[in-house]
């Protein structure tokens, strides 16, 4: 037995080192640390793979923070990162990320350090029941043996053990065996020494198996078969010996696109002849067979109500206009199989893994919903610039065009503006990420067609770890010095509730991410919601609105952000478009 004295040799590190090591080798990146005495083992380990350049590590102080970063990790490369955190609260902390990754299907390993069983239940300091505390969200759970003896040589039965757990929680996580990719918890106990030298086999060995963790790219949607899930980062076309599902020409059919849809949704639709309902955070809002202010015309009995059937991809969560046509009874929902919680509002809603086009389009159909599409579209462009006028010899004619002009440009930002303006900011090799804030159905309601990949945490819809998970996103999408800009567009209430993640350590890479926050001093939400006819003023003030008036531009200067204020769209549109390289807080006042 090893000495608790002898720091340079402990089982600790040699099980964290084997369980690291394990899933490293099978491609896993990122790892996510938040200090803590337990976990020092996990902690130092991961440095050490940081120092042998086989991981990117990320450090934040809180937990919360930490799980959301991961999340945005997972949802941008398909793979998950790792989170290790101490025992106690810090274990509870993560659950919010954990159900948010349940629901959305986005994959994410926690590994939480713990104290030995004999320690639980009995007093001790920073111990609480930690097993099973994720049960309802993992797709696999394991409270690990304590580990009792030191391996310098990295072949022994421990080792070989804790490597199987690592391809066993890679692989849940990843969604083998269970319906999709999911949160994975593994319990590791430690007694002391908590930590010692890493084991010289460490970096040998996991640079000898480790494979390249090749970026995603956007799949090829060429074929005729399609299954959802194209928004985190796996492939949008299923296989071609995978059955699918025959989607018949003959009933009025539509194709629902949701959040993390992704491009298969579209190229469905395109190939089958339908409407594309597509919501601004599916990723799939493009191509010519986009429907425009699709609100109002499913609404609309001469359109909606004479829907027959529904090709749902993705999970459809920003309009209830969308949920009354997939509740409805005498409407056959098809619902193709992506990383999120199934749909089925219904209750007869027909699950499937792929789905195919057959025959030949209604082209009358598909001319109805376009013909209204057109007439819904509406022009959020300022307006041109009078250049006649403008050249013009007359004087009155020449002020006339510089004083409109000087109007445009002084005009206030509103929310239609604001949502416009990081719309045409954003191109194919930029993220854009959405916060669960009034703003996001503003978008939804008026943003055209564009082919850009969306992030949003729709699975619960929650506030939680919204600029973590933007964080998150912009770091994975710059690896390998990769272009482009993640910019996250969300309200005040959401901002406050995860500022904490906007502290990032010194020497860490600096995301290229924008913030852009519109503040309209309260949860506004709520004024379009049916509390707002049911409280009084002064409660619907104190406990739905809550109002705020935080400064946020000491808080930029507080993390070490730079930080803009933008009143016109004139001056939006160039921060947009000339970002630092760096992190950037850009606060819009919006009218309530």
């Known amino acids: 037995m090893t000495s608790p004295n002898d720091r340079s040799a402990a089982p600790a590190t040699d099980a964290a080192a084997a369980l690291l090591a394990g899933l490293v080798a099978r491609g896993v990146r990122h790892i996510v640390v938040s200090p803590g005495s337990r976990s020092q083992a996990l902690a130092l380990v991961a440095a050490e793979m940081e120092r042998a350049g086989l991981v990117e590590l990320h450090v934040r102080i809180d937990e919360r923070v930490a799980g959301f970063t991961a999340l945005g990790i997972g949802r941008e490369t398909g793979m998950p990162a790792v989170v290790v955190c101490t025992s106690g609260t810090a274990v509870a902390n993560l659950v919010p990320a954990a159900l948010e990754a349940h629901h959305a299907g986005v994959p994410l390993l926690l590994l939480t350090a713990d104290r030995p069983p004999e320690l639980r239940g009995v007093g001790a300091n920073q111990t609480t029941r930690q097993p099973g505390l994720f049960r309802s969200a993992a797709r696999y759970e394991a409270d690990l043996a304590v580990p009792e003896a030191v391996d310098h040589l990295g072949d022994g039965e421990q080792t070989v053990a804790l490597d199987q757990v690592a391809a066993e929680a890679l692989a849940a996580s990843l969604g083998e065996g269970a319906r999709a990719a999911g949160p994975v918890h593994l319990n590791v106990p430690f007694r002391e020494p908590l930590a010692g030298a890493a084991p010289s086999w460490l970096g040998a ?215 416009d303006a990081l719309w045409r900011a954003t191109w ?131 993390f070490g952000w730079e930080y803009h204020r933008c009143t016109t769209r004139v001056a939006l549109d160039q921060v947009l478009t000339a970002p630092s390289g760096g992190r950037q807080l850009i606060e819009v006042p919006l009218p309530r």
């Not at 000898?208 to 799949?219: G, I, L, T």
């Not at 159909?365 to 013009?392: K, N, Q, T, Y």
């Not at 998150?472 to 910019?487: C, D, M």
């Open 205 to 419: 060995r996991a640079a000898s198996r480790a494979v390249e963790a090749a970026p995603v790219d956007d799949a090829d949607v060429s074929g005729a078969l399609y299954q959802g899930g194209g928004g985190i980062g796996v492939a949008d076309v299923a296989p071609e010996t995978e059955a699918a599902h025959a989607v018949a020409a003959g009933p009025r059919t539509i194709v629902v696109a949701g959040a993390d849809a992704g491009p298969a949704a579209e190229q469905f639709a395109h190939d089958g002849g339908f409407p594309l309902v597509a919501e601004i955070v599916s990723g799939a809002r493009f191509g010519r067979h986009v429907v425009h202010g699709y609100r109002a015309l499913l609404s609309d009995p001469a359109l909606g109500g004479r829907v027959e059937r529904v090709v749902v991809f993705g999970r459809p969560t920003l309009s209830r206009e969308v949920t009354r046509l997939l509740s409805r009874d005498d409407v056959e929902v098809v619902a193709v199989r992506g990383p999120g919680e199934p749909v089925n509002l219904n209750g007869t809603t027909l699950a499937v893994d792929a789905v195919r086009a057959t025959g030949a389009a209604d082209r009358a159909w598909l001319g109805e919903w376009m013909r209204a599409s057109r007439d819904a579209a509406v022009d959020l462009s300022p307006p041109a610039p009078d250049a006649d006028g403008l050249a013009s010899v007359v004087p009155s004619e020449r002020l006339g065009a510089i004083n409109a002009e000087v109007a445009v440009s002084r005009a206030p930002v509103d929310r239609a503006a604001l949502v």
């Open 428 to 558: 194919p090799h930029d993220r854009l990420v959405f916060g669960s804030s009034r703003i996001v159905r503003v978008a939804d309601e008026l943003l055209g067609g564009k082919k850009v990949t969306v992030h949003s945490n729709r699975g619960l819809a929650g506030i939680d770890g919204t600029i973590a998970t933007a964080t998150g996103v912009a770091l994975a999408s710059q690896v390998h010095e990769r272009p482009g800009v993640t910019r996250l567009l969300l309200g005040d209430l959401a901002f406050l509730h995860d500022m904490g993640a906007l502290l990032l350590p010194p020497g860490e890479q600096e995301p290229r991410l924008q913030v852009v926050v519109g503040n309209d001093g309260g949860g506004t939400i709520f004024d379009g919601l049916e509390v707002a006819s049911v409280a009084g003023d002064d409660a619907m003030t104190r406990v739905q609105y809550t109002p705020q008036n935080a400064r946020l531009e000491q808080l930029a200067l507080a």
